[in-house]
């Protein structure tokens, strides 16, 4: 094999190398699985050098019911100042809902004390940019739930979102609870990345 | 009751007896959303319970313009005719 053939391999090779690589991860900040029934879990001192927060959870309420609406407040803040607006998805149609200044942000759909007791249907919402102070936040949230025994098709419904916080400053909490509960009952997971 | 804090920072969490004003506020929540899944169960009344209903509530004329569209409310649904 000759030299310049050679040199001209390890020419490319130094190429391809000091191209940039497109790195996108995804970090475990915390993880949680309530030991006992809790009106609401919050996460704190959130580290402020991701480009997002993921939350993902799979939670259950105490609530007398098939299921009930998870709720999501910022840094505590219990103020008028949230909006949102909801899409929900059933084999019979949809529906929206539309609530400005409210004192939370509705973040999807969970099972409750009526419905089968091994549905735990998954909720995932997103923060971008949340630790910058220049701009107020949104998150947007997929969820779904089963209602009952599921024995119609009704009984499945899916459930997006996207909320507003009337803030600018940087999340440094999040709190989850539900709307009717008064908990979500032992078992219930949740799990907070960052997405770098 | 009580709340769950997770502080990440200082890798600890904490299981927490609700203030009174909390406990307050979160009856308040619970008083409110009852109140909400009620409403929404009255959206999603059957047909039958909904002509149940009208037999008490609706004025005769009501009662005559179900009849024209074959809803008969004395509690029989007349077959549609052709």
């Known amino acids: 094999m000759n030299i310049d053939f050679m040199r001209k391999v390890n020419e490319l090779d130094y190429r391809l190398d000091s191209q940039p690589k497109p790195e996108i991860s995804l970090v475990l900040i915390s993880e949680s699985v309530l030991a006992g029934a809790v009106a609401s879990v919050t996460f704190s001192s959130i580290p402020q050098n991701f480009k997002s927060l993921i939350l993902q959870f799979q939670l259950r309420s105490s609530a007398t019911a098939e299921v009930d609406i998870n709720l999501v407040r910022f840094n505590a803040d219990t103020g008028a100042n949230y909006d949102h607006i909801s899409v929900q998805f059933q084999s019979v149609g949809t529906s929206i809902a539309v609530s400005r200044a409210a004192t939370s942000i509705r973040a999807g759909i969970c099972e409750a004390a009526n419905s089968r007791a091994s549905n735990w249907s998954p909720t995932a919402i997103i923060i971008p940019g949340y630790s910058k102070a220049d701009r107020e936040k949104w998150l947007q949230q997929f969820s779904s739930a089963a209602f009952g025994n599921v024995s119609a098709d009704t009984d499945l419904l899916i459930w997006l979102n996207a909320g507003r916080w009337r803030s600018a400053n940087a999340i440094t909490s999040i709190t989850v609870l539900p709307n009717t509960g008064p908990n979500y009952v032992a078992d219930g997971i949740l799990q907070l990345y960052g997405l770098a | ?82």
């Open chain 2, 1 to 82: 009751m009580q709340k769950l804090t997770i502080d990440i920072q200082a890798n600890k969490k904490e299981y927490v007896d609700l203030t009174q004003k909390e406990e307050a506020e979160r009856l308040g929540q619970t008083n409110a959303g009852l109140q909400e899944a009620a409403a929404q169960k009255e959206k999603e009344l059957t047909r039958e319970q909904a002509i149940e209903r009208l037999k008490v509530s609706a004025s005769q004329e009501v009662k005559d313009l179900l009849a024209v569209l074959g809803i008969d409310t004395t509690g029989e649904i007349k077959k549609a005719a052709d």
